[in-house]
């Protein structure tokens, strides 16, 4: 089974690795990680707070269109399932 971790939770480890003498391997065994994933959420915690630091802000047009897109393709299922009954 995986443990899903929040980003809560993934910030934590990351910070407590920046912040504490503990090797990586340790931290990694103490949560039950396996390295690469402590390195892939690493360079993503650096990535996003590079971007952010840029000024690179969530394009807010991308969210609406693709709100537009689903609430389209919804209401064409229910078109379809409308003309299948009749």
């Not at 089974?1 to 980003?7: A, E, L």
């Not at 993503?44 to 609406?64: C, H, T, V, W, Y």
Request: aromatic share 10%.
């Amino acid at each position: 089974m995986r443990n899903i971790r929040t980003g809560e939770e993934k910030f934590n480890i990351i910070m407590e690795s920046l912040n504490s003498n503990e090797t990586i391997a340790e931290i990694c065994r103490k949560y039950n990680i396996a390295p690469s994933l402590f390195y892939r959420w690493k360079d993503e915690f650096f990535e996003g707070a590079k971007q952010r630091l840029s000024g690179n802000k969530p394009d807010i047009s991308l969210e609406r269109e693709v709100h537009e897109l689903k609430r389209l393709v919804g209401d064409q299922a229910m078109a379809i399932e409308t003309f299948k009954k009749t």
